[in-house]
């Protein structure tokens, strides 16, 4: 899920894509043109998920689960019932939208559950379980911000609520804005660190932790607005590099691990001034009612 979530956040849609996709979207006519599923059984290591601005999406060597993941966004990224085959079995998939009329952004998502419906027979629907999560939390009672979380700059926020205003209208999307020093929303995820986070909610701070601690993280802190931050701690051993939008080049190797360097955990209360508490909550997740592998072309 990990991949998805950050391509859903490169398109600039994470928030508004969940909250416009159903359990299960069905609509007929929002369906690729052309559509081609392949298995990918090399060796290259790392993979991708774009869409370019013609409607075509292309996603590189990725997992069922993670194209999933890109159809049915939710907050904790929960799949339950997913055949072990949709975690290791991997698929470069590449599609094209209707060019007359242009696709709307928020469809996206359901074009891609249709693509999955005909293709792999997938049916899906939607609970809340109490399942184990991790409140974020703030880790000081005067509630002071940590030297790696700020609020983004005021032309990063206005852009975003241009953006964001102009998706829940179904207009014409601004483009990112690009500052002196950086584009706003831009990122770098490696191990033991998310790096550069420019004009993010809070939600998707909550999203990229869950990634990184394995239970969902649920925002508590009530902070709204968009933010910069930067969060860098010592991996675990065996820690992952996350998917790669297509197309990038290569990154360059992650700096040697500091082993006197501090547990994610620690890292948080530090560098953000939050913290995460234990907890049960109520945790949306994706059920897999049926799922066959993809019918290849």
């Not at 249709?114 to 792999?120: M, T």
Request: aromatic share 6%; proline share 12%; glycine share 8%.
């Amino acid at each position: 899920m990990r991949a998805a979530l950050l391509w859903l956040t490169y398109l600039g849609l994470v928030v508004t894509v969940r909250a416009q996709s159903p359990a299960s979207p069905t609509p007929a006519a929002v369906e690729f043109d052309v559509a081609s599923i392949k298995r990918n059984t090399s060796a290259t290591p790392g993979g991708g998920m774009r869409s370019m601005p013609d409607g075509s999406s292309v996603m590189t060597n990725v997992t069922v689960q993670q194209f999933i993941g890109a159809a049915y966004p939710s907050q904790s990224g929960e799949f339950v019932g997913l055949p072990d085959w949709a975690n290791t079995e991997l698929y470069t998939v590449t599609a094209k939208a209707p060019d007359d009329p242009p696709p709307a952004a928020l469809a996206l998502n359901v074009m891609l559950a249709n693509l999955l419906k005909d293709r792999a027979n997938l049916a899906t629907h939607r609970e809340t379980r109490q399942l184990p999560v991790y409140d974020l939390v703030f880790a000081r009672t005067d509630k002071r911000l940590g030297p790696g979380l700020k609020p983004a700059s005021p032309e990063c926020q206005a852009a975003l609520t241009a953006r964001l205003e102009a998706v829940q209208r179904g207009g014409p999307v601004p483009p990112p804005l690009v500052g002196v020093n950086d584009a706003c929303s831009s990122m770098r995820v490696n191990p033991g660190g998310m790096v550069g986070f420019n004009g993010v909610p809070m939600s998707r701070i909550a999203q990229l932790l869950t990634q990184s601690v394995g239970r969902p993280v649920i925002d508590k802190t009530g902070l709204t607005g968009y933010f910069d931050f930067t969060l860098q701690w010592t991996p675990q051993p065996g820690s992952e590099m996350p998917i790669r939008p297509a197309g990038e080049p290569p990154a360059p190797p992650p700096p040697a691990a500091d082993p006197d360097g501090p547990n994610l955990f620690t890292a948080i209360q530090e560098q953000l001034g939050l913290k995460l508490e234990s907890g049960r909550g109520p945790v949306e997740v994706i059920v897999i009612d049926r799922l066959e592998k993809p019918t290849l072309d």
